[in-house]
């Protein structure tokens, strides 16, 4: 159904008309309208979603501060991904910025799929695990931004904002 659709999708690409026939069937397609929220922090895990149209935004919130911009989802990427981790919960929010489609597989679907399709499962699964790490670098980069920010790290022109005790 959704094949040619899908095969274009970076996670996707490259895959053969044999293992894009096996994945469809396990693929839903979702709309999204603006300002949803697709799941939320702490909610039990169920779908990973790979996004086709529009944008999402990924947020964490501490328990001890406002939520963060984690990432901004553009069309052919990933989120939901603590399905694929087998967590129980997600550990991040995802909200629409505008109208969005992507679709969705089960995290149960997933993982029985590359248990009965090794070859293909290792596949998907290896390019998840770039996609996970690529986030987390960036998520890195978010945070260290966020912590240093007003601070000189250069040692010019400090003013000294904290007073010693």
Sequence with gaps: ???????????????????????????????????????????RTEYLYILLRGKVEVRFKPYDGPPLTV????????FGWSTALNRETYTSAAHTIEECE??????????????????????????????????LNNTHT???SILTQGIDLNGEDQKETCQDD
């Design 1 to 43: 159904m959704f094949k040619q659709e899908f095969g274009q999708l970076s996670i996707f690409k490259g895959l053969s008309s044999r293992q894009l026939s096996l994945l469809d069937p396990m693929l839903e397609l979702c709309c999204f309208p603006p300002e949803h929220i697709v799941f939320d922090q702490g909610q």
């Design 71 to 78: 990432t901004r989802i553009e069309p052919g990427g990933v």
């Design 102 to 135: 992507a679709y969705r597989i089960s995290g149960c679907q997933l993982q029985k799929f590359c248990i009965q399709e090794p070859i293909t499962g290792k596949i998907l699964l290896e390019r998840l695990a770039s996609v996970i790490a690529e986030r």
């Design 142 to 144: 978010q945070i260290l």
